[in-house]
């Protein structure tokens, strides 16, 4: 798999002696702060090591100089997104904005059209910087997949700017192995007996292992195996878990 056009844009920036600031945008799915590892761990980890060029003495650029930012927040809808967007903006002023998102407009009454328009918003923002964007993903629970899916068409439709990375990651994100992702909730009754019920939504580490593998693969071009990945971070004796 060749290293694509962003890849090569992020090469050319490093070995100019300059930083380059990634920050995410999103929701829960974005934030995954209750898994570990998350997909931005695992994207950030992969990304700073893909970069080969960097061999000898100039081993610590990607690790120096690639910088992570989450400004993704549990429940976040677009509007969050827009806000988040400006405050990164005047915070951090990053590169890449990296966009995934959502399915909660339709759980907080925001309409398709509302959601088009704040997106809209967020790409004429950043007309001068990368972004890469996505809809939510493909869950275990085909009643929120069904509610959801007229938002993913209506933002797919929309005329995207060039500097504006878009990809479907619901569909891809569909053809993984999900039946494997989804861990249990454990519910305490007032009666103190227990209820055991799956979470449809938000995946488990495995699962973040893919959504990394999606972004890095779809835009970047970087090969990812995750059972290689996760087999590797569950070891005690792997130093540096592989990828491919």
């Known amino acids: 798999m060749g290293r694509k056009p962003l890849y090569k844009k992020i090469l050319n920036t490093l070995k100019s ?5 990634i920050v995410f945008i999103g929701d829960s799915l974005t ?7 998350n997909w931005r761990d695992v994207f950030e980890y992969i990304l700073k090591f ?25 429940g976040a809808s677009s509007r969050d997104f827009l806000q988040q967007v400006s405050i990164a903006q005047k915070e951090i002023e990053p590169n890449l904005y990296i ?24 790409f004429e ?5 990368d972004v ?5 993903l493909y869950s275990n629970d085909q009643v929120s997949n069904e509610r959801y899916e007229q938002y993913i068409e209506a933002i797919l439709s929309l005329d995207i700017p060039s500097n ?9 994100y569909k053809d993984y192995p ?17 209820e055991v019920k799956k979470d449809t939504i938000h995946p488990n580490s495995l699962g973040n292992i893919y959504i990394a593998k999606m972004f890095l693969e779809e835009i970047f071009g970087i090969k990812v195996k995750p059972e290689l990945y996760l087999k590797d971070i569950r070891s005690d004796i792997v130093k540096y878990p592989r990828w491919t």
Not at 125 to 129: D, F, H, I, M
Not at 132 to 136: H, L, Q
Not at 164 to 172: R, T
């Open 17 to 21: 002696g300059k930083e380059y600031k």
């Open 31 to 37: 934030s995954a702060e209750w898994v570990h590892p």
């Open 50 to 74: 893909s970069f080969e060029e960097f061999k000898e003495d100039d081993w610590w650029v990607p690790e120096w100089n690639l910088k992570f930012y989450n400004y993704a927040l549990d």
């Open 99 to 122: 966009i995934m998102g959502t399915s909660n407009d339709i759980e907080l009454g925001i309409t398709v059209e509302e959601q088009i328009g704040n997106i809209n918003s967020i």
């Open 125 to 129: 923002l950043l007309s001068n910087k």
């Open 132 to 136: 890469i964007y996505t809809p939510d």
């Open 164 to 172: 504006i990375n878009v990809f479907n990651g619901y569909e891809i």
């Open 178 to 194: 999900i039946e494997q992702f989804y861990t249990l909730d454990l519910d305490l009754n007032i009666d103190n007996t227990s």
